[in-house]
């Protein structure tokens, strides 16, 4: 596949209205790697393994030029967007664990959590979509 295909399909799963990517979205990707919450701490462990692309949230502007001098490429869905896919994976988890001890107690995931930036394009602000 294509840079462009992983990043496509992340941002239609997350249900995020835009990714942004580093690198040739025509670039060959056999394998990527995926990182929740702030990828950036993790790039020097990302830029010596196989794998060419890497998915995670707060890539900086420095990570973007390393992966183009290495041919390789970056999405970025965002922190949030990256985190909140687990909640309701982890909510149903626990209830189960849970119940299975026979405890009688409702577990529900936060969904007041939202992201604290907002895009500015001329004078109007665009808020993310979900995450």
Known sequence: MELKTPALSAKKKLGIGT??????A???????????????????????????????????YHDARAVEALNKGLVDIRHLASEHLIVDN???RLQKALFETRMDIQVEGCGIEKNPFVFLAGDTLFFFKNC
């Open 90 to 92: 982890l909510t149903a």
């Open 19 to 24: 990714a942004k990517i580093s690198g040739k």
């Open 26 to 60: 025509d670039l060959p990707v056999k394998r990527v790697a995926i990182c929740s919450g702030s990828g950036s701490d993790l790039m020097k462990h990302f830029l010596s393994p196989d794998a060419e692309v890497y998915i995670s949230g707060d890539f900086r």
